[in-house]
Nanobody
């Protein structure tokens, strides 16, 4: 059973950089045909797909976030990372990592952007 767990700072100030970690257990982050995604949900709004890193290492980003977002991984640590620059108040959300097309989701981590 694959398990994903997000971790991050919780509170970040505007204009700062957010760094989140998704730790994977019970499966390999390089498993063929898996796409490991970051998704977020602002308060009172729907889910927003942010981007993904494929089993091959290729990355894909939402056009609206591409200029501020970077997704990477460490195959040895079996971990995926999200970095987002120049944070804004509207980036406040619960951030999830998941395997695309499956029911494998982390529980999410709250990120609040506030001065």
């Amino acid at each position: 059973q694959v398990q994903l767990q997000e971790s991050g700072p919780g509170l970040v100030k505007p204009s700062q950089t957010l760094s989140l970690t998704c730790t994977v257990s019970g499966g390999s982050i390089t498993t063929s045909y898996y796409y490991w995604s970051w998704v977020r949900q602002p308060p009172g709004k729907g889910l927003e797909w942010m981007g993904a890193i494929a089993y091959s290492g290729s990355t894909y980003y939402s056009p609206s976030l591409k200029s501020r977002t970077s997704i990477s991984r460490d195959s040895i640590k079996n971990t995926m990372y999200l970095q987002m620059n120049d944070l804004k108040v509207e980036d406040t959300a619960v951030y999830f990592c998941k395997i695309a097309g499956t029911n494998y989701w982390g529980r999410g981590t709250q990120v609040t952007v506030s001065s």
